[in-house]
């Protein structure tokens, strides 16, 4: 990672010196070159729900909670579908992440994309989960939040779907009353 973000350095400085020396056509040749160069990609190794995915990044698991999105918690309707829906998506495959905020508990939160299919707004999109509204940075998710609810796509057969945020409050405050 480190060598990727010296070489980003190394490139604006090139850029500049090229631009205040009139030597674009070069840098458009080597910018062609320099797109042409791999993408950093993380192997997906675990998939511990329908938001929540472990890379393999530098030889360490890396565990990622895909930011602005809840699924459905275990033991709630379409928990098992969605933990199915997102490792369909990504188990074993190609990922890459943009963090996005370090949760209270310490996770990565992040757009993960894999082989080149954001999984976040996938996820929505299938109807398997929720866009997090107290968390939510990326506002077209809205539209495809109501576009699946719309076509009845996964847990919006359901005429009134508990949200994930409700049923955890919901299980804390049972909890609380034993």
Not at 114 to 132: P, T
Request: hydrophobic share 40%; charged share 25%.
């Amino acid at each position: 990672m480190q060598a990727y973000a010296k070489l980003q350095h190394s490139i604006t400085l090139l850029h500049y010196k090229i631009l205040t020396s009139g030597m674009s056509r070069i840098f458009l040749v080597l910018a062609g070159i320099l797109l042409s160069l791999p993408v950093f990609a993380h192997k997906v190794i675990g998939i511990a729900d329908g938001d929540t995915l472990t890379l393999l990044v530098d030889k360490q698991p890396l565990r990622i909670q895909l930011a602005n999105i809840d699924a459905p918690e275990r033991g709630q309707a379409f928990a098992s579908a969605a933990l199915k829906s997102l490792s369909d998506l990504c188990f074993g495959k190609d990922a890459e992440y943009r963090t996005v905020d370090v949760d209270k508990y310490g996770r990565t939160v992040a757009i993960v994309s894999c082989e080149g299919v954001e999984a976040n707004r996938e996820q929505v999109a299938r109807g398997m989960a929720w866009v997090d509204p107290r968390f939510n940075q990326d506002q077209t998710l809205a539209v495809v939040e109501e576009q699946a609810r719309k076509e009845h796509r996964g847990l919006w057969v359901d005429p009134d779907p508990v949200p994930p945020w409700d049923y955890r409050s919901n299980r804390q405050r049972g909890r609380h009353n034993d």
